[in-house]
């Protein structure tokens, strides 16, 4: 059974740091891409970043968002089946639901991906 379970939001003052994690079992994880999307209230889904195929415990490449970059940060350790998302720098419009996924391609549109976490609550305020 596949699963992905995001961890690590919460409520955080405008200006502050949060790091997510997802946590992967049921497939084989350093073969797949990782990524990350958020959806606002009333909004459509968007990209936030992604990882490259690495095999390391890091990956080699990362693509982010205008809206994150110089902000967030993407990476993976495939020995703990796990990506995670630093925030850093948060603003009230980083407010959403944040999703991760896994798929073969590091892509920037949610098609590109196979599995979805549930995912967890980013709440910034003013």
């Known amino acids: 059974q596949v699963q992905l379970v995001e961890s690590g939001g919460g409520l955080v003052q405008a200006g502050g740091s949060l790091r997510l994690s997802c946590a992967a079992s049921g497939f084989t994880f350093s073969r797949y891409a990782m990524g990350w999307f958020r959806q606002a209230p009333g909004k459509e889904r968007e990209f936030v970043a992604t990882?490259?195929?690495?095999?390391?415990?890091?990956?080699?490449?990362?693509y982010y968002a205008d809206s994150a970059t110089g902000r967030f940060t993407i990476y993976r350790d495939n020995a703990e089946n796990t990506v995670y998302l630093q925030m850093n720098s948060l603003k009230p419009e980083d407010t959403a639901v944040y999703y991760c996924?896994?798929?073969?391609?590091?892509?920037?549109?949610?098609?590109?991906?196979?599995?979805w976490g549930q995912g967890t609550q980013v709440t910034v305020s003013s």
């Open positions: 996924a896994a798929g073969p391609l590091a892509g920037r549109e949610s098609h590109d991906y196979d599995y």
């Open positions: 990882t490259s195929w690495s095999g390391r415990s890091t990956t080699y490449y990362a």
